[in-house]
């Protein structure tokens, strides 16, 4: 039987950053928290927590790009972030389109009558998701 990786997934924001667990046996993930951040640097000590916490052998960092695949302002500072994830924890990490991830989460909120309170680790997971799924 295939072993299960741990995933965490992380939908980078300015104010606040989604997060979320998965793993990729069955490719689902679930949204766990959001994390402040200030101009796109996260509260670390939260974040170490999960990281510590939930101890995935990978993180997936939605990275930001226009609908035509071309980068967006956000782009750069979510790959940046990346780095400094990688280096931080010293694990894999692995940069994923995250296009419309915010938009299907907010629809998908919207659906269940649920509010906008995380709304951001939903994302994270809808985009975790996504990466899980195509790793086949």
Do not use: C
């Not at 989460?105 to 919207?110: N, S, V």
């Not at 269940?112 to 994302?123: C, F, V, Y």
């Amino acid at each position: 039987m295939p072993e299960a990786s741990t995933f965490l997934g992380l939908d980078f924001g300015t104010r606040r950053i989604g997060v979320a667990h998965g793993q990729s046996l069955l490719a689902t993930a679930e949204p766990i928290a959001t994390v402040a951040a200030q101009e796109g640097i996260p509260n670390w000590e939260e974040l170490d927590k999960l990281v510590r916490g939930w101890r995935p052998q990978a993180i997936v960092v939605g990275i930001p790009v226009h609908m035509d695949g071309k980068p967006s302002a956000m782009t750069a500072r979510a790959a940046k972030f990346a780095r400094r994830v990688a280096h931080r924890y010293q694990l894999p990490v692995h940069p994923w389109d995250e296009r419309l991830s915010s938009e299907e989460a907010l629809m998908l909120r919207r659906e269940h009558g649920a509010s906008r309170a995380g709304l951001d680790a939903e994302a994270a997971a809808l985009m975790l998701e996504s990466y899980l799924r195509s790793l086949g």
